[in-house]
């Protein structure tokens, strides 16, 4: 088994029981040395990725079910947006691993860890929507953070500092206090599931750091500038003022990046 190809293989899968069994099963020959990587290979996709089940329908952001955290239904519509990013999620860390090209044998590791905890996350929240009879398909979803990969397909900084460093970063920012009204209407089971991931997700962002910083510093680019300058090209503003500081720190952001 090499495990670019296998990643990709895994991306284009359509069935959601299949793609989720081939990420647990990748992870698992990797962790006991049964894959080997090929981080030379040019691979190339022939079906259409990411391969995802027919539900849930893809809509534009203002036709998504509304969600909320005060009442029942609004509560399971937001928990099955939180499943659909952690779907997404997983796609993401098998698309940057079999798309980019002579990285160093690590790159690739901690990429097929974060493809796993994501799909741990996904599973987690939906067995929680089972409960409920309810499954991922239920609602339907927008596809920013598939869209915003796409922008960013030609270049690895581009990928991290959009992805890892902006849009999972801002999970960090916005689940406490999510967690906290989930504790207060005393919804314990939902408010332990996010602690998980958000816990898990500090790693993923800093694993995000860690090689972003790695790729600028091989391409001699500053960091900060770069990433400056790239919010502004993809026409994002970050609310300073809204930004989980101590998450982030934890996560690898410097104090400069953060006001
Ligand atoms: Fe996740
Ligand atoms: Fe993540």
Redesign the pocket.
């Known amino acids: 088994m090499e495990l670019r190809a296998e990643c990709l293989k895994a991306l284009a899968t359509n069935d959601l029981n299949d793609k989720l069994n081939h990420v647990k099963a990748i992870y698992e020959f990797f962790t006991s040395r049964r894959v080997t990587i090929d981080s030379k290979a040019d691979i190339h996709h022939t079906s259409h990725i990411p391969g995802a089940p027919s539900k849930p329908n893809i809509v534009p952001p203002r036709l998504v079910e509304k969600r909320s955290t005060s009442t029942q239904q609004g509560k399971l519509i937001f928990i099955h947006a939180l499943a659909h990013i952690?779907f997404s999620?997983i796609n993401l860390a098998l698309d940057i691993i079999w798309r980019f090209k002579n990285l160093p044998e690590q790159f690739y590791f901690d990429w097929i860890q974060v493809a796993y905890?994501?799909q741990t996350?996904f599973n987690l929240l939906n067995d929680y929507l089972k409960k409920f009879g309810l499954s991922y398909g239920s609602f339907n979803v927008h596809n920013s953070l598939w869209e915003m990969a796409e922008r960013t397909h030609h270049d690895l900084i581009h990928r991290l500092a959009l992805i890892p460093r902006t849009m999972e970063a801002r999970g960090l920012d916005v689940t406490p206090p999510i967690i906290e009204k989930f504790k207060q209407q005393k919804d314990d089971e939902i408010a332990s599931i996010l602690q998980i991931?958000y816990e898990?997700?500090i790693r993923h962002v800093s694993i995000g750091n860690i090689w972003y910083r790695w790729a600028c510093e091989s391409q001699k680019l500053d960091p900060h500038e770069t990433y400056k300058s790239l919010l502004k090209k993809y026409d994002i503003e970050l609310n300073y003022g809204k930004l989980n500081k101590e998450a982030r720190y934890k996560a690898g952001f410097l104090k400069e990046e953060l006001i």
């Open positions: 952690e999620a905890e994501e996350h991931i898990e997700e």
